[in-house]
Nanobody
Framework: QVQLVESGGGLVQAGGSLRLSCAAS????????MGWFRQAPGKERELVAA???????YYADSVKGRFTISRDNAKNTVYLQMNSLKPENTAVYYC????????????????WGQGTQVTVSS
């Protein structure tokens, strides 16, 4: 069992930056693939970025060049650095973990955090 706790969300103006953190419990964090997803009102949950247990990364096209996912296995934490934020990035952002390889489908993830709100004003 893995428990995930996100932090770092908030209100920011367009063009600004935020860094989300996701702290995981358990001693097997390094074996999990981790993902950051977001869900805006009335929309389906979508993958923003993911990182494998080996450090390979995946980004949605809409965030490439602006967002960076990273992990610190010693701290059991995964990060999402978000730069040049846009109003359309407004959503609840969720951290998720899965055993096995990196996947882009949210239904493949086993564990979820409670989410953190990111609001980007124009």
């Amino acid at each position: 069992q893995v428990q995930l706790v996100e932090s770092g969300g908030g209100l920011v103006q367009a063009g600004g930056s935020l860094r989300l953190s996701c702290a995981a419990s358990g001693r097997t964090f390094s074996s999990y693939a981790m993902g950051w997803f977001r869900q805006a009102p009335g929309k389906e949950r979508e993958l923003v970025a993911a990182i494998s247990n080996g450090g390979s990364t995946y980004y949605a096209d809409s965030v490439k060049g602006r967002f960076t996912i990273s992990r610190d296995n010693a701290k059991n934490t995964v990060y999402l650095q978000m730069n040049s934020l846009k109003p359309e990035n407004t959503a609840v952002y969720y951290c998720a973990a899965r055993v096995g390889v990196l996947r882009t489908d949210y239904r493949a993830y086993d564990y979820w955090g409670q989410g953190t709100q990111v609001t980007v004003s124009s």
